[in-house]
């Protein structure tokens, strides 16, 4: 038996905000499952840096050290390695998380980096684990790299995703995530947490990660309803939030999970922070949401030029996207439309375009993000071609401020632009009223208020750079 502690990092950075830590908290639970004895130490939920941590740790003297990492956290993590190996000499060292997959030869690079594990490692940290337990030092694994040896191929995904255990809840403080800004802002009950009932997603846009791969997999309906069921009945849970990929791809399972909630009388509310498929949603799904509990959906638009819909691969049906969003509307969800603007080619009038679908829209909430470009994405790619990489620093990402911009309309323009939408967006008094009808949480739209003047005082104060 290892000891094996899993950790975040915490950046700080403007518009913070965090879920549960569910990729660390699977991997405690397969780890726990095959005998070992994991710790979760979510240093993103903390607010705080590994070195004020390294004390309380002390005493558990872990025999690996597993970090899950996303993309602006790469100067962190070569500080946090390096803090381990220095309060835990003989403890192995390995990388996993968004960053690990997208950049993993950098990772690699780290100086006392051990090992970094691609894809979903339920099925490989184990064996991984249990071999250096055994005193090997590289072992032949699916998945997994080592400093200055060939990779090997990724592991294929995870057919079975309910032959899982669930998540080691009892690894985090649930208080710590209900007292700390959460994905979305809103909220109706303070008591949540993240479930994921899918993995992966077979489209194709070039901006997207895709982490889980292309190959869709779900959870049964009757699974994931066990789980909210666990979490309502046994830790206090009033709100779920899905955060898969494409909950609703099978519209099918969508709704008998919304069948089962129902019929187990399980009084929740519902979200889901990474937004659906409005193409893959119909009245009778709606219907079924509301009844179960949801809130509010966000959908992911992106743009509503026809042509950057086909080159961008999203291919939303931006006709049936307006009737969902005005059903949705209808049965008093709360509607929030994600938008993204400075796509390579787009020009002026595709962003007007954008903007002004948003205003006539039904939308309660428009959230526009200026695109990021990430390693192994079609996107990378195009912005290499283009000559835009040469300066790229992962520790800039920023959706407001990017550090790599890609399209012929100049940032301080867009600023404007989206500076303007967000203001004939929220200061039309009719949507106002519609918002303050449709708030869980009255006391929220000033909060949302305090929120939108301070990001319209900076897309003034930066528009002008």
Not at 186 to 191: D, H, W
């Amino acid at each position: 038996m290892a000891k094996v502690l899993l950790a975040t990092l915490y950046k700080r950075q403007r518009n913070y905000q965090v879920g549960p830590p569910l990729g660390v908290m699977y991997l405690a639970a397969a780890l726990r499952r095959a005998g070992h004895e994991p710790r979760i130490m979510d240093l993103r939920a903390r607010q705080e840096s590994l070195s004020l941590e390294t004390d309380q740790i002390t005493h558990f003297v872990p025999d690996v050290v597993g970090f899950s990492t996303v993309i602006p956290e790469a100067t962190l993590l070569t500080e946090a390695v390096r803090l381990t190996k220095q309060k835990f000499p003989y403890a192995r060292v390995a990388v996993g998380g968004p960053y690990a997959n997208s950049s993993t030869l950098e990772v690699l690079k780290i100086q006392a980096v051990d090992a970094v594990v691609r894809g979903e490692g339920e099925h490989v940290l184990p064996r991984l684990v249990e071999a250096w337990g055994r005193g090997e030092e590289h072992p032949e694994l699916p998945g997994v790299g080592y400093p200055g040896i060939t990779l090997g191929e990724v592991p294929a995904p995870i057919e079975d995703l309910d032959a899982l255990p669930w998540p080691a809840w009892d690894l985090v403080n649930f208080s710590l995530y209900h007292r700390r800004p959460r994905h979305g802002y809103l909220y109706k009950y303070q008591e949540y947490f993240s479930v994921l009932s899918t993995r992966g997603c077979p489209y194709h846009c070039i901006f997207c990660q895709n982490i889980f791969g292309k190959q869709y997999r779900t959870r049964s309906a009757r699974s994931v309803a066990d789980e909210v069921t666990e979490l309502v009945q046994k830790h206090g849970i009033r709100e779920i939030h899905f955060v898969d990929d494409a909950f609703n791809l099978d519209l099918d399972r969508a709704k008998q999970i919304c069948d089962l909630i129902v019929e187990r009388g399980l009084k929740i509310a519902i979200t889901f922070p990474a937004g659906l498929r409005a193409d893959r949603m119909d009245r009778e799904l709606i219907d079924k949401l509301a009844a179960a509990g949801a809130y509010k959906i966000p959908y992911g638009i992106e743009t509503a030029s026809p042509r950057l819909q086909r080159d961008l691969k999203k291919n939303v049906n931006l006709g049936k996207l307006k009737t969902i969003i005005e059903y949705t509307a209808s049965r008093k969800i709360i509607a929030q439309g994600f938008f993204m603007v400075g796509f390579p080619t787009e020009n002026e009038s595709e962003i007007k375009e954008t903007t002004i679908f948003a205003l006539r829209s039904k939308l309660h909430f428009i959230t526009f993000n200026h695109v990021n470009v990430f390693p192994g994405t079609e996107l990378w790619t195009i912005a290499a071609e283009l000559g835009k990489l040469k300066d790229y620093d992962p520790a800039n990402c920023d959706y407001d401020n990017p550090p790599v911009h890609l399209s012929d309309v100049p940032v301080g323009r867009i600023k404007a632009l989206v500076r303007n939408v967000h203001l004939r967006f929220y200061l039309n008094p009719r949507r106002l009223w519609r918002i303050w009808r449709v708030l869980p949480r009255k006391k929220h739209f000033f909060g949302f208020i305090g929120l939108f003047l301070g990001k319209l005082f900076w897309f003034s104060d930066r528009g002008r750079e």
